[in-house]
């Protein structure tokens, strides 16, 4: 179960754009991401790099935590929204559950739940 403590600081990384430091320092070695019904993608370096390059392809990112965070044991659920200012001049506004299991301080599994049509730019 993680603690408030590194909760708290696992959000404020990511609403402070640092996406891919974020997972980098609060995911195993061995964490998995899936998007919807999507494969998973399995390692934490892979997800940096997968997130990396997302980032790259934007010139800004804005990201809200919609609080609260559901906390249950080891299982967490977060409402994000990501605001985003693509290179060529795209905008998207993604709004998305992240369902995570934990173990102890660090996330194991993660599969975000979001409307596929809110990719589209805009």
Known sequence: ??????????????ESGD????IARFYTEDASMQ??????????????????KVLDRANTVRTTCVRPVLVDGD????????????????KRRIEELAHQTWRD?????ER???DPSQMKAG
């Open 75 to 90: 299982t967490v659920v977060i409402h994000w929204i990501f605001e985003f200012e693509f290179k060529d001049g795209s």
């Open 35 to 52: 998007e919807n019904l999507n494969p998973p993608r399995q390692g934490r370096d892979l997800l940096v790099a997968h997130e990396q």
């Open 105 to 109: 301080d660090k996330v194991w599994r």
């Open 112 to 114: 975000f739940y979001y």
């Open 1 to 14: 179960m993680p603690s408030r403590e590194v909760l708290d600081a696992f959000v404020a990384a990511v």
């Open 19 to 22: 996406h891919a430091g974020a």
